[in-house]
């Protein structure tokens, strides 16, 4: 009996690598176009890559087509929910289409902020934030909300295109 164990378990495992080396060789593709703009990125596995976006443009991934709607410094806050003094808060609008064959998740939890290099904190007071579920097909708009320093000169959100080899897009505010 142990034996018959011991044989579905290896068989078990090396299915499992099986799938796993299957899944991997597929390629990773992020592509931001316009009018005007056609850039693609194309992840060969180990290496990461970073795509840079600006207001106008859509990002197309493997799972979800992400258009940069807007960009704008926020001012609909209340006086009780308003940035710290010496910051601003910039809102990032975005529409998202599920392009792949199952759901997939966009969040506000999914973009990083940095001004001049340095993080900064995302804002969560607004109403109208992107969060969403889509199935095959369906599609979603909101924005994302951060708070900088209103002297930065850079300001860059960071979007993980694909977790597996750390490629990001960086959505250009400043």
């Not at 003094?85 to 990083?112: K, M, P, Q, T, W």
């Not at 909101?142 to 900088?148: D, L, N, P, R």
């Not at 002297?151 to 959100?157: H, I, K």
């Amino acid at each position: 009996m142990k034996k018959l164990i011991s044989l579905l378990l290896a068989v078990v495992v090396i299915v499992a690598f099986a799938l796993f080396a299957l899944g991997s060789g597929e390629s990773n593709e992020s592509t931001v176009s316009n009018d005007t703009v056609d850039v693609t990125q194309n992840d060969g596995g180990a290496k990461s890559e970073t795509v840079t976006v600006k207001v106008g443009e859509t990002l197309t991934t493997n799972l979800l087509k992400l258009s940069y709607v807007n960009c704008e410094q926020y001012t609909g806050y209340s006086e009780y929910f308003g940035p710290k003094e010496g910051d601003i808060i910039y809102r990032l609008e975005f529409a998202a289409e599920n392009i792949g064959s199952s759901d997939a998740l966009v969040s506000e939890f999914d973009f990083e902020c940095y001004a001049d290099g340095v993080a900064c904190e995302a804002y969560y007071s607004a109403d109208d934030d992107l969060s969403a579920t889509l199935s095959a097909g369906r599609k979603a708009t909101g924005a994302v909300y951060f708070e900088v320093p209103a002297n930065a000169q850079s300001v860059e959100v960071e979007y993980e295109t694909d977790w597996w080899t750390d490629s990001k897009a960086i959505f250009v505010v400043k």
